[in-house]
């Protein structure tokens, strides 16, 4: 099946700094999305993207499918922002997302 | 977010005990999912259905029994577990049954088998 890697795994920030997350994907895929998992477990939909750019507040988002990555931008951290951060894959198949192992970001006040 | 709700938050059970977990979404959607979260593990696809009837039953064992009595609703029937199945379950929705379509997830059940 399709392999998710996410990098880096951890991530430590000063409250205000920017920082990337990578996912690379193995094969070409329908559906990319990214998550937000806060203390508590709840997954929070961050964007949907397979194709393109995208942003919401501080936070942007490019997926480049050609070249099977796609990246999370995280401007002006916050402490809220804490958390994991997944990225997940559908391949064509439909409705099967693939999860990534995840980044574990902390931002410290 | 209330679109996807799920009951119980959190669960302790025996081995020999017999369980259920019920989500519920809100959202309209036809398709609805289980996934598990272990400790150190990604998450992990179980079950899928669409309008109702199972698309997916992603290699779990029988221990786990799915039901979906309606478009808003999904349980996962849980006997004679394991210590190795305590993990947190999670349950999504989507519309669209061809896949591409955002899945939206619920604040998950923390499962603890003793």
């Known amino acids: 099946g399709i392999q998710v890697e996410q990098s880096p795994p951890d991530l430590i920030l000063q409250e205000g700094a920017n920082s990337t997350l990578r996912c690379n994907f193995s094969?070409?895929?329908?559906?990319l999305q990214w998550f937000h998992q806060n203390p508590w477990g709840q997954l929070i939909n961050l964007f949907y993207?397979?194709?393109g750019t995208k942003q919401n507040g501080r936070l942007s988002a490019t997926t480049v499918a050609t070249e099977r990555y796609s990246l999370l931008y995280i401007s002006s951290s916050q402490t809220t922002d804490s958390g994991v951060y997944f990225c997940a894959v559908e391949q064509a198949a439909g409705n099967k997302l693939t999860f990534g192992g995840g980044t574990r970001v902390l931002v410290k006040p | 977010e209330t679109g996807v709700t799920q009951t119980p938050r959190h669960l302790v059970m025996g081995m020999t005990n017999k369980k259920s977990l019920k989500c519920e979404q809100h959202?309209?959607?036809?398709?609805m999912y289980w996934y598990k979260q272990s400790a150190k593990k990604p998450l992990e696809l179980m079950f899928v259905?669409?309008?109702?009837?199972?698309?997916e039953n992603n290699s779990v064992p029988s221990r786990f029994s799915p039901e979906c009595p309606n478009s808003s609703h999904l349980f996962l029937h849980l006997h004679t577990l394991q210590p190795e199945d305590s993990a947190l379950y999670l349950c999504?929705?989507?519309?669209?049954?061809?896949?591409?379509?955002?899945?939206?997830f619920g604040p998950g059940t923390r499962l603890t088998v003793l």
């Open positions: 999504a929705s989507s519309q669209g049954v061809s896949g591409g379509a955002t899945q939206y």
């Open positions: 993207i397979p194709s």
């Open positions: 094969d070409s895929v329908n559906n």
């Open positions: 959202l309209g959607h036809n398709a």
């Open positions: 259905y669409s309008l109702e009837e199972r698309v």
